[in-house]
């Protein structure tokens, strides 16, 4: 007779698997749901686009290729139908030196649609007296004139004026720009070419330079006019690979804020219209773009509002972009690579959007993730399944608008342009009077010095002003941070130890990614009663950053209640077990020596063996005979195995085993 324990494992499995099935989510498609599908070009966007390859691989098992070889290159593969998108930050059709890449409607029609938002970054590698520089301030005429080849130090006196607070060297700048066709370059041209006081500057550059210039006007390129005064590199990774290395020292380039969060350097604090010096953070992207015009036909936008938003807390050079998606089967697509391809863009507009902060990114807001997900109708084969109003954005506000534009906090006083700066020589923040504990946090990465009364130490947040915290002051929010402290160390922010991080009371908390300038971006507002400084979020989290997925969590916390139950009832079943295996051993010592009763020899029948012991031990000993091979079922007399004592011959009664039966090597 078989062991009742293997039924009741089995009888165990069943039933935890059909206490965990009706909440389970349905597992991930299986890979054969979804063909490969490949796509290029932009490199701005590929740490996003990275981050969503490895979200669906390991949630869909969808296999999505993306070398990022530059927009330019995108743009072209698509038009030659040798890639399935394409993604790019300037569309088809922009006159770059006179010509311009023709759409290609007929072969492979197509919608744009937009992916992510993110600020144009400067990411700069200057040392001073042996320490980083990392508050750096620029205006556009600065920058143009850098990337012009018209400011040759770092020292300049244009350059000095704006930077009151550090000690900067006489350094030579070498700006370094790129030599692929990028969207990084177009944003950046784009800027150049459609501010008034920035526009004859880089129109004198692109003449000098061999670029056609019409009506004053060198106009938006991918290509960035050829200069012996500049280092050349291929793709973001590239360039700010460049900025980031010991070589690197005095360089500059233009990249996505992606880049430099992710080398941890400084990215430049760039003069908006409103007057302050604004670092490219997640929360600056989105109060700029409130302000963008989009198409209402072809999602495309026109960023002139942005350029000129005199929100105090605006980015300049934000932006979003766009991939190319078709609209036929015309070769290389099909239907099924246009599910792949749906389920992929219905993935990044919503769930994909969570942890795009923390890879330097600015999620997009709710009106183009409705129009994105009206775009991803027009792919064969794809089938939405996702509404705007059930779609996991972080941007999604109650009534619509961006909520992370309504939570940004209003820059420091000392990021307006003036004599004082936040941040100085010795690269900390700068505490305004009324700010903070005595000596308030330090900036973003650090852990914060002494705060005052207020807290054990300052709580150097990324975007300080919102530093009062939602549970360390009684009048927090967005001027917490500013009203919440004196030299006694903060008393609205600071008057609790476990004090949060600045948000109003009643806005939905979001966490952001920890900024890489040491200054952080207007960061460290002081003594906010958090316990430990250093980048801390600005509200209670709502974390954006990535984790694991709904369905295969759900499969984990299923997995979990099987093991919780098998470990419950197990034990007792083998204790149980184990007690009735002694009691039979016992009883068969209790009844004397082992007698061997000889059974003719059988064809097909096991040798069997008597004894004195237990009957019910036996019966224990027969059903384990399977798992253990206790029993011997070769033909001949053979009684037993060699390892149990109580199924083999009896040494004194001169009995031999059959042949074959010896299994003591088995």
């Known amino acids: ?47 996003a686009i990275n981050q969503w390859q490895a979200d669906v691989a390991a949630s869909k098992n969808m296999s999505v290729n993306y070398p990022g070889g530059g927009s330019t290159v995108g743009r072209q593969s698509f038009a030659a139908g040798t890639v399935d998108f394409a993604v790019s930050e300037i569309p088809y059709g922009v006159k770059d030196n006179g010509s311009a890449d023709v759409p290609p409607t007929g072969p492979h029609p197509f919608k744009y649609l937009p992916i992510v938002a993110g600020g144009t970054a400067f990411m700069y590698h200057l040392d001073s007296g042996g320490k980083r520089i990392t508050n750096l301030r620029l205006d556009g005429i600065t920058i143009v004139k850098i990337f012009t080849g018209n400011l040759k130090f770092w020292d300049d006196p244009s350059i000095k004026a704006q930077n009151p607070g550090i000690s900067l ?33 880089w129109a004198a550059y692109c003449q000098a330079n061999g670029r056609q210039v019409e009506g004053g006007k060198c106009g938006t390129t991918s290509f960035f006019p050829t200069s012996g005064k500049f280092l050349s590199l291929n793709a973001s990774i590239g360039v700010s690979g460049y900025v980031a290395s010991e070589p690197g020292e005095g360089a500059i380039t233009y990249v996505e804020y992606s880049y430099a969060q992710n080398k941890g350097f400084p990215t430049v604090r760039v003069l908006n219209k409103a007057g302050y010096y604004i670092q490219p953070s997640a929360l600056n992207v989105a109060v700029a773009l409130t302000s963008v015009i989009i198409d209402p036909v072809t999602l495309l936008q026109k960023l002139d509002n942005v350029y000129n938003s005199t929100d105090p807390r605006a ?216 316990s430990v400084g250093g980048a801390q979020p600005v509200a209670n989290p709502l974390v954006l950053g990535a984790g694991i997925s709904g369905s295969f969590q759900t499969v984990l916390m299923a997995l979990a209640v099987v093991l919780l139950l098998l470990m ?46 237990d009957p019910d031990a036996d019966a224990d000993e027969d059903a384990d005979a399977d798992a253990d091979e206790d029993s011997d079922s070769e033909t001949g007399t053979g009684t037993g195995t060699a390892g149990d004592p109580d199924d083999g011959p009896d040494p004194d009664d001169g009995s031999e085993p059959g042949p074959g039966t010896d299994r003591s090597a088995s």
């Open 1 to 47: 007779m078989r062991s009742p324990l293997p039924r009741r494992l089995a009888a165990l499995l069943l039933a935890a698997a059909a206490a965990v099935l009706p909440v389970a989510a349905p597992l991930p498609a299986h890979a054969d749901d979804y063909v490969p599908i490949s796509g290029d070009g932009s490199s701005w966007s590929q740490n």
């Open 169 to 201: 060297p006489h350094r030579e700048i070498v700006p370094v720009v790129r030599s692929d066709g990028s969207g990084t370059t177009a944003q950046l041209t784009t800027w150049f070419d459609t501010e008034p006081e920035l526009s004859p500057i």
């Open 315 to 530: 980015y300049p050079l934000s932006s979003y972009s766009y991939m190319i998606v078709p609209t036929s089967t015309n070769s290389p697509f099909s239907t099924a690579k246009g599910h792949t391809l749906g389920a992929f863009v219905q993935y990044f507009l919503c769930e994909g959007q969570q942890h795009v902060d923390l890879l330097g990114y600015s999620p997009l807001p709710y009106n183009l993730v409705a129009s994105g997900l009206n775009v991803v109708k027009a792919i064969p084969g794809a089938v939405v399944t996702i509404t705007p109003s059930s779609c996991n954005n972080p941007t999604v506000a109650a009534d619509g608008g961006n909520k992370l534009a309504e939570i940004a906090p209003q820059p420091l006083a000392c990021d307006k342009s003036g004599p004082q700066q936040c941040g100085g020589a010795d690269n900390k923040q700068a505490v305004p009077a009324g700010v903070g504990g005595s000596s308030g946090g330090t900036a973003g990465k650090s852990t914060g010095t002494t705060g005052g009364t207020g807290g054990k130490t300052g709580s150097g947040t990324k975007t300080g002003s919102a530093s009062g915290g939602t549970s360390g002051g009684s009048t927090g929010g967005n001027s917490g941070g500013t009203t919440g402290g004196s030299a006694a160390g903060g008393t609205t922010g600071g008057a609790a130890a476990a004090g949060g991080t600045g948000l109003s009371p009643s806005a939905d908390p979001v966490t952001l990614g920890s900024d890489p300038d040491a200054g952080g971006d207007n960061s460290s507002t002081g003594g906010t009663g958090g």
């Open 568 to 613: 419950i009832a197990v034990p007792p079943i083998m204790s149980r077990r184990l007690s009735r295996v002694g009691a039979g051993v016992g009883g068969a010592a209790a009844a004397g020596p082992l007698v061997t009763v000889p059974i003719a020899a059988s064809s097909t029948g096991p040798a069997t063996t008597g004894s004195g012991a």
